[in-house]
């Protein structure tokens, strides 16, 4: 009967200290759902699981290296998609402008980028 009994004990113990470790979980996310409210911006961390097999985004079509490139393409404009308004915007190319090798920039360097 004593067996009996401290199964009965410990089993009790068992579902009181779930029920309160449950409790306090709860409890816990609730207050750090409430401390954050949704916000629009920020930053989004991301992993790649792969090696780029160069940096060469008019060459490669791999995840791997289009991802971390992206950002230096396109970054004279920011299009919110929300509101967009469809304008057309014209941009002048600063004359003398040379790439590395001494090639002059032209609008079709640019549209290719």
């Given at each position: 009967?004593?067996?009996g009994i401290r199964r009965s004990r410990t089993?009790?113990?068992v579902v009181a200290l779930t029920v309160l470790f449950?409790?306090?979980v709860v409890a816990t996310q609730a207050m750090g759902?409430?401390?954050?409210t949704p916000r629009r911006g920020g930053v989004l961390l991301a992993v790649i699981g792969a090696d780029a097999p160069s940096l060469d985004a008019h060459q490669e079509t791999t995840f791997?290296?289009?991802h971390p490139v992206a950002p230096l393409y396109s970054t004279?404009?920011?299009i919110d998609p929300y509101s967009y308004d469809g304008l057309t915007y014209t941009f002048k190319i600063r004359q003398g402008i040379r790439f590395h090798d001494?090639?002059?920039l032209t609008a079709a360097d640019v549209k290719a980028t």
């Open positions: 009967m004593a067996a089993l009790v113990t449950g409790s306090m759902q409430a401390a954050e791997a290296t289009l004279l404009l920011q001494g090639s002059t």
